[in-house]
């Protein structure tokens, strides 16, 4: 009685309706997935980061603007000191024949109090052409985080969709293995009449009472996993983890689950089993986001080449200064001195420091070059299998249609055997655990080809919200 409570239980607890929990599609668990997965949000910061770096780029070709301002303030005797000399020039004007029309402009030498104040324009004509190196090195980077930005768009659709199948592959399992469970149980509940009745012996009511127990283990096997799977799906949907729902199922379930040809690569439509040469090649992979990603980097590695180029050339900056006369007031008065000056350096020796970083810049680039022609092979290679799971999960599913229906012929057989005292109770739980074990692996294989369908789109950069 009490596992017949239990049974009903887990039923209660898969119905969609009486656990009153929220109904997911795919397509709004994805719609989740672009709105609140951190790693997507973490890439969407850094487009915007690279944005405004590219933006900041294109500043440094703009003048640089600087007010200055100060107060000074020295100790007595050092004021003293500093305008001794002027009191003797003005007590000596007479002697050394300085007329009093030169002394009314003489200013003391140091206040107490010095205010000052200034403006500073510095506008870059060429500084080695590091300007425009600048603006092509921030928008390969803006390049580089819009392309991981979509790279990570797509990596987390494809984890939801997968996650999505294994809930889906998880309850199946549930359901499945309740149902071994509850067949046991009737058995169980069978045999024991029969026992009472001396039709069957204690041996045989033994051995269902461990079946139960096994089917048990597995039913809670199961729904631990199913715990898993729904735990993981909520992570890569960026909800919280303790969020229920309850799962739309999939238009193409385990029962009724066509073998799909439309918008699979050429490879897939190819006789099961066969071992075909692999039909992807790199040129279709080549608006893979990832790969885009790599091709940036490289971008990036030159620029650091023409960069270290610039160490080599001159510089050329104008700059104008404009102030007012320091002096003991805080008013912009007194004397208006300004100054326009040309600089141009020309670099002539730096200690081989510019030419050794040239050859860094170089030695850089060529192993970006090893990296990309490495990522290329391995993003190649990802893609042929993913290609290969696809057309191996596709025949498995065939292979678990056929094997599912000749398990459940030979359960009905036996069954029918068992019923009339034809078959023992070994031979019915050894046909009842091939039939679970044949059904299991139909609805693994089903979800296994639905997840190596998105993952093969995720290998060939091809994932679609």
Known sequence: MTRAILFITISLWLSPKLAGQEVLTMASAVGNALEFNQSLRGAAHDVASSSWASKNAYSNFLPKVSVEAGLTRIDPETDRRANAALEFIRSSAGILGIPPS????????????????????????????????????????????????????????????????????????????????????????????????????????????????????????????????????????????????????????????????????????????????????????????????????????????????????????????????????????????????????????????????????HEEYQKAETQVESFRRGLLMQAINAQLSVTAARHRIEVGRKGQQQALDVLNSVTRRYETGGASNVDLIDVQTAYTSAKAAFITATYDFLIARTQLARATGTVAP
Do not use: C
Request: aromatic share 10%; net charge neutral.
């Open 102 to 361: 030169a002394l009314t402009d003489l200013r003391p030498f140091s206040y107490r109090d010095t205010y000052g104040a200034g403006l500073t324009v510095v506008q870059p004509i060429y500084n080695g052409g590091e300007e425009f190196v600048g603006v092509s090195a921030a928008h390969a980077r803006e390049e580089k985080s819009e392309y991981a930005y979509e790279d990570t768009k797509q990596d987390v659709i494809a984890r939801v969709r997968i996650a999505y199948y294994s809930v889906l592959s998880a309850q199946e399992l549930v359901v499945l293995a309740n149902e071994a469970a509850g067949r046991t149980q009737r058995y169980l509940e069978t045999t024991r009449r029969r026992e009472e009745l001396g039709m069957r012996t204690r041996t045989d009511v033994a051995r269902w009472e461990v079946q139960l127990a096994a089917d048990e283990g597995n039913l809670i096997k199961a729904r631990n996993y199913l715990a898993s799977a729904r735990l993981q799906l909520n992570e890569v949907m960026g909800v919280d983890l303790d969020r229920e729902f309850t799962l739309e199922k999939s238009p193409a379930g385990y029962d009724s689950l066509p073998v799909p040809t439309a918008g699979v690569p050429p490879l897939l439509a190819s006789v099961p089993g066969a071992a075909p040469a692999p039909a992807i090649r790199f040129a279709d992979l080549e608006r893979h986001p990832s790969w885009r990603t790599m091709n940036a980097n490289l971008r990036l590695a030159e620029t650091g080449i023409d960069r270290s180029w610039t160490a080599f050339k001159p510089r050329i900056n104008a700059a104008f200064q404009y102030g007012w006369e320091r002096n003991n007031t805080l008013a912009l008065d007194g004397y208006r001195p300004w100054a326009l000056s040309l600089s141009i350096a020309i670099p002539i020796f730096n200690g081989f420091g510019d030419y050794t970083n040239l050859q860094k810049a």
